[in-house]
């Protein structure tokens, strides 16, 4: 049964954060929830977690209304930084833990195995101002987790880790998954999102634009991306009078270019030889998920929205 | 807007006033006792621990103690730096009420030193057995007046006979007549000189003399129909430990509720109100920060009441042990203060602070910022401004009719009924009826505080006007 959101709308006055939204998220499955900022992600959050109700349509879990699950069942990382910045790490871990229903020696256990597993068990009697930005935001991590709930909700968890700290929360999202948990987390990194998801929606001004498993997405936009590298000629300005063919982007390693539907890739070489060029990669590639985000998302650009740029690492930043 | 975006990344998701958030009934009120334990655990722990608190507490508690020894340090010093004072007497006016110039210095010496005459006025011997005063017979009064002019001398007293045979005093000294403690004594004696010296020119004996000066006998009855049987020492400490139980009380009640609404502002700045309300509900919430700060602000003012109370109580002992007399003067009954008066001012703290702690936190949950609460909780501070001024002007007019009426009022409960008892003017159904009234008025205050709580604490946006806020009261 798993999550099921269904046609549930949110305005704020004349702002309407989430429009007739539909998705459903598999028990067990870990859930990508894309979307520029702004789009309704974090609101459609807080209705999961009944934090926020839906002016319409109903979220259930299990055939359960969301307002009638039981509280420990949920753990939910916010955006930012969601923790009493002058209290201890274990005291405050403690404390959330009890707070969402475990008892003081089950909290304790809990605690000593992921301060371990995260090895933050040195910085235990710290404060979390005294902590670096990464180790907070395993602390955050923990106090999502250490109840050991059945769903997660995370909001970027990923924001602001250097990439071994990444990885190490990756692997903690994979250890939960193995645990059978069910993880709806929003991200900018979209590598992170084909790793790790099985399904996506990707949303706009509240409305779900794309959605599905994600290896089927990359599949319905096809294999229509070629890359083509030429030494002896970086710009290949003859590729823009070729028929069917459309230049993307001319980068220092390679040309990246669509291709119409029925175009044989085939003509691209034989171009290429009639040019006397050396050919050093051809390349048909699966549009990765940033492509099908700018495509589904780019058009509608907000004025801070990814869409302008090339990675979508750079909107992080932003928003951090 | 600009600024909201660096704390809102969403901007577009700023929550106007239509917000409902939920959360009220549900899954969470399962726990609420236990929810509601944990969260005043933390509140109190994590105040109480706090290093600014602990300094601050030992800082008034040693001010607390050094004032209870200030006026017992400053008698001390006074008996004991007594310097002698000297005087010289110049008799020519021959023997008066019978005693020559020999006897007349020795009467003059045991009067002025001796407890007798002089009324408030601290007299008699230092602990180190110098007498105060050292009188010496003198007969060249010009001599001495340049004497006393130098400052070899204090004081040049000359007799002579007028006319009419009576005695006349005059009185040289180099002391300003504003600080000068010793001529008012002097005079005392001087009068009394002349009084046994006419007497005796009248031909009376010294008994007959002496039966003149009894007192008459003179009661006082008080009619009033609060009739106030305390003694002197009890009514003053009365006054004294109302007095101080309304500052205690005006100080305790804005500084706690300050924390209360620093607090919550606090939690909805770090963000940490997201993962909490997801755990527990805004109602538990609310009534676990308050307990829990209200039961760290009781533990301080405990320390402080109880340290005063100890302090004070040791003050007549030392006397005694430094002086070897109680002291002398109007000194103030704590002892005699009675348990109920404490134990009063203990339930107008709690309950005071009850109903202001709730409306601090529902305007700190209104506040985006933490720098904003001050500002936010201004209106909230005038009220209870009021009350507290009200309370001293009641000490004078403790029954006038517009204080018994504000002394109804529970914004102005705690402070003006507390001043009204200490007074001693209030009925025996007054203090119940204001209690009933104040948890009446905790309820209604909790309710509305609760709902504002719940849609401001997620409130991002910006602060709501005065139309918003009775909308949200009003929501279910």
């Not at chain 2, 017979?137 to 004081?155: H, P, Y």
């Not at chain 2, 005038?382 to 000490?395: D, H, K, T």
Request: neutral net charge; contains cysteine.
């Amino acid at each position: 049964m798993g999550l099921i959101v269904e046609h549930i709308s949110k305005s704020f006055a004349q702002f309407r954060a989430v429009d007739d939204l539909s998705m459903q998220v598999k028990e067990g499955s870990i859930f990508g929830f894309l979307g520029a900022n702004g789009a309704g992600k974090t609101t459609t959050m807080r209705m999961i977690l009944d934090i926020l109700r839906p002016d319409s349509g109903q979220i259930t879990w299990d055939g359960k209304n969301v307002n009638e699950i039981p509280r420990n069942m949920l753990g939910y990382l916010p955006e930012e930084r969601g923790l009493y910045p002058k209290m201890r790490v274990d005291e405050q871990l403690l404390f959330l833990a009890q707070l969402n229903g475990l008892s003081k020696q089950a909290a304790k256990t809990a605690l000593d195995e992921w301060l371990e597993r995260f090895q933050i068990n040195a910085n235990r009697k710290k404060k979390i101002e005294e902590l670096s930005k990464g180790n907070q935001q395993k602390v955050q991590f923990l106090a999502t987790i250490l109840h050991d709930p059945e769903i997660l909700v995370m909001d970027e968890p990923f924001s602001g880790l250097d990439p071994v700290n990444a990885n190490v929360l990756k692997e903690a999202f994979l250890e939960m998954h193995r645990r059978g948990k069910t993880i709806i987390f929003s991200t900018h990194q979209l590598e992170q999102v084909e790793e790790l998801c099985q399904d996506v929606v990707i949303i706009n001004k509240g409305q779900s634009v794309v959605q599905g498993n994600v290896q089927e997405i990359k599949r319905q936009h096809g294999r229509n991306v070629i890359r083509l590298k030429l030494d002896d000629d970086l710009e290949a300005l003859w590729l823009d009078t070729l028929q069917g063919v459309r230049v993307d982007k001319r980068r220092q390693d390679y040309i990246e270019m669509h291709m119409e539907v029925g175009f044989n890739p085939n003509r691209i070489v034989e171009a290429a030889l009639q040019h006397n060029a050396r050919i050093s990669l051809f390349e048909l590639v699966e549009p990765s998920l940033t492509d099908i985000f700018i495509e589904a998302v780019g058009k509608i650009a907000q004025p801070d929205a990814p869409a302008t740029s090339n990675t979508l690492h750079v909107s992080t930043t932003v928003s951090a | 807007m600009l600024k909201n975006s660096t704390v809102m990344p969403e901007a577009p998701e700023q929550p106007q006033q239509s917000t409902v958030i939920a959360r009220s009934g549900s899954a969470a009120n399962q726990n609420t006792l236990r929810n509601i334990g944990l969260i005043t655990g933390r509140e109190y722990k994590n105040r109480v621990m706090q290093r600014s608190f602990i300094i601050s507490s030992i800082i008034i508690l040693i001010l607390i103690v050094i004032g209870a020894f200030v006026p017992t340090v400053i008698t001390y010093f006074t008996a004991n730096s007594n310097s002698q004072t000297k005087i010289a007497v110049v008799n020519n006016a021959g023997p008066i009420a019978g005693l020559s110039n020999d006897a007349l210095t020795q009467y003059l010496q045991t009067n002025l030193n001796g407890s007798s005459a002089s009324g408030g006025i601290p007299t008699g011997q230092s602990t180190s057995g110098k007498p105060r005063f050292a009188l010496t017979a003198g007969t060249d009064a010009n001599t001495l007046q340049q004497q006393v002019k130098n400052a070899k001398l204090d004081i040049l007293l000359v007799m002579d006979r007028g006319t009419d045979q009576n005695v006349r005093f005059t009185y040289y000294t180099n002391t300003s007549s504003t600080i000068d403690a010793d001529a008012a004594q002097i005079q005392t004696i001087a009068s009394q000189l002349n009084f046994l010296d006419k007497s005796s020119r009248l031909g009376l004996t010294a008994a007959q003399t002496s039966s003149l000066f009894v007192q008459p006998a003179f009661t006082v009855v008080h009619t009033a129909q609060n009739q106030d049987t305390r003694s002197d020492g009890a009514r003053l400490a009365g006054y004294f430990v109302a007095f101080a139980g309304v500052i205690l009380i005006f100080m305790s009640v804005f500084v706690y509720g300050m924390t209360v609404a620093v607090g919550v502002a606090e939690e909805k700045g770090s963000r940490i109100m997201e993962i909490l309300v997801n755990a527990a509900t805004p109602f538990q919430l609310l009534v676990g920060k308050i307990v829990g700060i209200g039961a760290a602000g009781l533990t301080q003012m405990t320390c402080f009441v109880l340290a005063g109370i100890g302090a004070f109580l040791l003050q007549a002992p030392l006397l005694t042990a430094l002086l070897g007399h109680p002291s002398g003067g109007l000194s103030v009954d704590i002892a005699s203060v009675s348990v109920t008066l404490l134990l009063t001012l203990l339930l107008y703290f709690i309950l005071g602070f009850s109903l202001y702690a709730t409306l601090f936190a529902a305007l700190g949950a209104l506040v985006k910022r933490q720098d904003e609460v001050q500002n936010a909780v201004q209106p909230l501070t005038m009220l209870f401004m009021v009350g507290y001024i009200a309370s001293f002007i009641s000490i004078s007019t403790p029954n006038a009719t517009w204080i018994r009426v504000m002394s109804f009022i529970p914004f102005w409960t705690p402070t003006i009924m507390l001043m009204r008892i200490g007074a001693g003017t209030v009925e025996w159904w007054e203090v119940p009826l204001s209690v009933v009234i104040m948890i009446v008025a905790i309820f209604a205050c909790a309710l509305l505080a609760a709902r504002i709580y719940r849609f401001g604490i997620l409130l991002y946006g910006q602060r709501p006007g005065l139309r918003q806020l009775l909308r949200m009261a009003r929501a279910k």
